[in-house]
């Protein structure tokens, strides 16, 4: 059974500085670490990491973030408790012609979608490491993903985690789908929702820092990348090269407060087009500084 180094954290009350802004220092002190994610509950956190070293490190530094935080607990947290929790309390999650839903809540009706579409359904096994479509980083991607018409066109997915980004992008017609990540776990996750999709071979899966791509492994129609905000920041070049000339970059794991750092990172060859946001995360649509792009974009 596999266990996931966790860190709990506990906000203190009647601090100095509001529960908001030590959440908010929380975020950036953890923005280089290798969170996996993060359960919040009113008075604390419980944050999850890919290895022991990780949430190690993390310990370490975390208590000179700011008089917020009044206590950090280092533990281990059995991955088979998170799927029995979720089976209480996770349900479907729509996001446009989307729903996103765990195996035990597939056969519901989702009803039509915008304008009377169908539809789609992608089923998620939850696991604590990668995304269920319960995040508003999710979330995000999902809603821009839909209004890129990506219809016979290639995708890469950045940081796939789950596959639900893949799984979206194939079922809204995609021609070809490439689905990476650094996590061997994150592939084998990934492997398991294809096969709760039925799908086969329409979703190559390939493990590995995508920092490290050949350089003829570029010219995707449309690349996703939800990932930290630092991530995106130190992969800006790699990201913004892997872009056909008309192509299209979906971003999110963004807080607003680092927005500006994001476009900054991305200006010298990527424009921003569209722009969605939900509390304090942002997902952008950027495309490539070439006129061709506005016939990737579904009609209104």
Known sequence: MRTWPALSIHFASGGSQSESEARDLLLAALNDARV??????????????????????????????????????VMDVPDDDWARRSQRNLTPVRVGRIVVT??????????????GERAITIIIQPSMGFGTGHHATTRLCLDLLQRIDVSGKTVLDVGTGSGVLALAAHALGARTVVAVDDDPDAIESARENL?????????????????????????????????????????????????????????????????????????PRLK????????????????????????LFAAP
């Open 36 to 73: 996996t994610a993060i359960q919040e509950f009113d008075d604390r956190w419980i944050v999850f990491f890919a290895d022991a070293a990780d949430r190690d490190q993390a310990a370490a530094v975390l208590p000179g973030s700011g008089p917020g935080i009044d206590s950090i607990e």
């Open 195 to 267: 096969a709760l999709n039925g799908i086969g071979e329409g979703i190559d899966l390939r493990l590995g820092d995508f920092r490290g791509m050949p350089q003829a492994d570029t010219g995707w129609d449309v690349v996703t990348a939800n990932l930290t905000g630092g991530l995106l920041v130190r992969g800006a070049e790699v990201l913004s090269t892997s872009v056909a000339p008309g192509g299209a970059l979906v971003v999110s794991g963004v807080t607003v407060d680092e927005e500006a750092g994001i476009l900054a990172a991305f200006a």
């Open 102 to 115: 765990p195996p035990w809540a597939s056969d519901t009706e989702p009803g039509a979608g915008p304008a």
């Open 272 to 295: 921003p087009v569209a722009r969605v946001a939900e509390d304090e995360w942002v997902g952008i649509v950027y495309r490539s500084l070439s006129p061709d792009l506005p016939t």
